[in-house]
């Protein structure tokens, strides 16, 4: 059964549209907002996954990557006795933010039951929430109830654990990676998992603090941003196979045939404390950049032209910044 068969996603939300490069400068910080902040999206802002009418595209990656090999774009270190507490949250969560799609049922000896109409999967599990069965046989089976979860969903998810005065990332379920994937950050701590990005060191000097925020304080909301020369959402460094290198990595500006679309990711974090964990989402959305605005054109522009040389090469723009540049101010 396909998303389109069980459910019209005509009869979906918009997808939600954010914009940081507001103030027309590329910087590097924590940024975080309380959950549910309004940025013009009304109850989207409120959620912690948000479904629309795009919900196909997210769910062809995701069904592509796993297709692909599971272990590039998912993996568990250590993850324990956290995961419980994180598929209960996430199983509740998608109930109580659309009944409509996902109906949750428990039964005294089989455990629960999350019917998930968009993609007409039940999933079944016991009563200590591991998967025990999904009735639709999906290739490759599903490894676990993260894994089947993230399956239902197009957010990126990752969980961070904490013990003994460290952490690390303890899962990770990355479909649409941006630049970075699973296999290289697993396990790492947060100084680590940061490391290639430019600028990022005041940052890392406060790593302590942002571990204590994410799991004790928040929830919090967050937006990271770049620009790309395609659409896709998958964008591992280790280009998916029968893929040209050269184009897989939307990195190559034409000033004769201008594609440039920017990239936006919101990032959600929940603490668990309890389990001294904490739950971080990644929804990307990408929006073609001939759709913004002329003073959002401007603005992006003024942000690639703030941007150090360090952070422009992270970026990807440091052969095309000023082409990219002159070509939003006068698109």
């Not at 595209?57 to 272990?71: F, K, P, Q």
């Not at 490894?143 to 993230?150: G, V, Y």
Request: with cysteine; net charge neutral; aromatic share 10%.
């Amino acid at each position: 059964m396909t998303a389109a068969e069980s459910v019209d996603l005509n009869t979906l939300p918009a997808p939600a549209f954010y914009f940081p490069p507001v103030n027309g400068r590329y910087e590097v910080k924590p940024g975080l907002a309380v959950f549910g902040t309004d940025f013009g999206n009304g109850m989207a802002d409120r959620r912690v996954f948000q479904i629309d009418r795009r919900f196909d595209r997210y769910r062809s990656v995701i069904e592509a990557a796993r297709r692909e090999r599971l272990s590039k774009y998912y993996r568990t270190r250590r993850l324990g006795t956290a995961a419980e507490p994180i598929v209960r949250f996430v199983v509740t969560r998608l109930n109580h933010e659309y009944p409509e799609l996902f109906t949750l049922t428990s039964h005294r000896r089989r455990g629960w039951r999350l019917k998930c109409r968009l993609t007409g999967e039940a999933l079944e599990f016991d009563h200590e929430l591991q998967l025990h069965d999904s009735n639709l046989g999906p290739m490759p089976p599903y490894a676990d109830a993260l894994d089947a979860l993230a399956a239902q969903v197009p957010e990126d998810i990752a969980v961070v654990r904490r013990a003994s005065g460290r952490e690390w990332l303890a899962a990770l379920h990355l479909c649409a990676p941006n630049y970075w994937g699973v296999e290289e950050k697993i396990g790492r701590d947060f100084v680590g998992l940061h490391e290639p990005v430019a600028g990022i060191e005041p940052i890392n000097r406060k790593a302590e603090a942002m571990v204590t925020a994410m799991i004790e304080k928040g929830p919090y909301v967050r937006f990271v941003w770049g620009l790309t020369t395609d659409e896709h959402l998958n964008h591992h460094p280790e280009p998916a196979p029968g893929h040209d290198p050269a184009q897989w990595h939307g990195r190559r500006f034409d000033p004769d045939d201008p594609q440039l679309f920017l990239r936006v990711e919101r990032q959600t974090t929940r603490g668990l404390p309890e389990a001294d964990a904490a739950l971080f989402t990644i929804r990307t959305y990408v929006t073609d950049c001939r759709t913004l605005t002329p003073e959002q054109r401007a603005r992006l522009a003024s942000a690639v032209r703030s941007m150090t040389p360090e952070q422009l090469g992270y970026k990807g723009l440091a052969d095309s910044h000023e082409a990219v540049a002159e070509w939003l101010e006068r698109a």
